[in-house]
């Protein structure tokens, strides 16, 4: 894949080879995300960061990635302060804000918003989630965190169980990362969900395709050998109503008792975050916080690597990031991501 210039829209756009050139660019940006060095490759570029929909971690990673490289970043949050919200297109919207950027990430809430954007934009679009379409970049950093944390315990991708669990209907990250994960050989998928939060059937097929093992159940039982357990919120903002959501709340809940039960000991826990943590919700509960296994802020951690290898290689500049570095004047002792 040629990197340069491109678009970050889906998952579908790699293969394993760019999939790995991504990780080792995502590895080298490790001293500049634990703050021993800072470069300045991307001195004087502008990241246009549109966010029509709530995130915490997407757009502050996404802003944090390229402040990280020495560019400056530009803001649009919410609906409501965007001229959208006065009927003008995506189309127009891209045309005005890609000239006064250098690239452009987005989040918006309707599936193919994204593309439908780029279609106007004259700099590279990155999609930090389009309604319950996809979430590529956080796909990435799922799969660099998965194969990290397999690294640790000494396994590799090859044979994966993984157990994803809860809302796989409206989760983009469960969609995009099955499309992904179904790259590699022999994964095995146990997809826990109630009956209508199913995984949708394009992703079914993409598995089924590539000769996957998948296993549709609605009984946790059914992954007690999984390598890793993805759980997932259920995605309020996408149903008819708040009462329609509440009749899915916590029924897939994951504590220290549930989690010792039905999961081997060394089972990696993930989850994209946010997690609803309301007592009705609690759906990956508090006690499991000391837990070496629990990797949700790992992979959190690891969105900042992955968000800076991708504004490198969209930008043409991952080569050459060493070449403005330096070392940092202030007291900084991160540990490594
Ligand atoms: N994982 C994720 O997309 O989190 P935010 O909604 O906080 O960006």
């Given at each position: 894949m040629n990197f340069t210039g491109a678009n970050i829209l889906s998952v579908e756009q790699f293969d394993r080879d760019s999939i790995d050139y991504i990780f080792q660019i995502a590895d080298r940006m490790q001293p500049y995300a634990r703050r021993q060095k800072r470069t300045t490759v991307l001195d004087g570029a502008i990241l246009g960061n549109l966010f029509f929909e709530p995130s915490t971690r997407t757009r502050v990673s996404f802003g944090t990635a390229f402040n990280l490289l020495g560019g400056e970043v530009r803001e649009t949050t919410g609906m409501e302060s965007s001229a959208l919200s006065k009927g003008e297109s995506l189309y127009d919207t891209a045309r005005v804000l890609s000239s006064y950027s250098d690239i452009i990430a987005m989040r918006h809430p309707k599936s193919g918003s994204v593309a439908e954007f780029a279609q106007g934009s004259r700099v590279p679009v990155i999609n930090g989630g389009d309604g319950a379409n996809e979430h590529p970049t956080q796909a990435l950093l799922d799969l660099y965190t998965i194969k990290k944390e397999l690294a640790y315990h000494g396994t590799s991708l090859n044979g994966l169980h993984i157990c994803m669990m809860g809302d796989l209907k409206f989760g983009r990250t469960v969609h995009s990362l099955s499309r992904l994960l179904?790259?590699?050989?022999n994964v095995r998928f146990t997809l826990i969900s109630p009956r209508e939060l199913a995984m949708p059937e394009s992703v079914l097929a993409v598995l089924e395709k590539a000769g996957h093992q998948v296993t549709i159940t609605d009984?946790?039982?059914?992954?007690?050998?999984?390598?890793i357990l993805y759980q997932t919120r259920i995605q309020q903002e996408r149903f008819e109503s708040v009462e329609e959501a509440n009749q899915y709340r916590g029924r897939f809940r994951l504590n220290s008792d549930i989690y010792t039960k039905h999961f081997k000991p060394n089972t990696v826990i993930m989850h994209p975050l946010p997690r609803d943590s309301r007592a009705e919700a609690n759906e990956l509960d508090n006690d499991l916080n000391q837990n070496p296994n629990l990797a949700i802020f790992r992979q959190a951690d690891n969105g900042v690597l992955i968000r800076m290898a991708l504004f490198a290689l969209t930008l043409g500049v991952a080569e050459q990031v060493e070449n403005y570095d330096r070392t940092v004047n202030w007291f900084s002792d991160k540990p490594n991501l």
């Open positions: 179904a790259l590699y050989p009984q946790v039982s059914e992954s007690s050998d999984a390598h």
